[in-house]
């Protein structure tokens, strides 16, 4: 359909893509479903935030939501 290296699109339109549902990205010989069935991206990003009941339970570096504050533990540090 496309060849090597072919660029689809421009800078100057919008791409619009038609589907049945889902859209997948081929890469090498991998897969990756970039959509949902809902529309949604379907990409992990990595949790920045974990919720904790107290500060007591913080054993690991990272940014805490605690009480609706936000705590950092960097190092046994807490802030």
Known sequence: MFK?????????????????????????KKFFELLNDKGELNVKFPKYFQKKDSVDEVSSNGIFLIDDSLYINIEGLLF
């Open 4 to 28: 090597q290296g072919q660029i689809l699109g421009d800078l100057n339109n919008n791409l619009t893509l038609q589907t049945k549902g889902k859209i997948y990205i081929n890469y090498g």
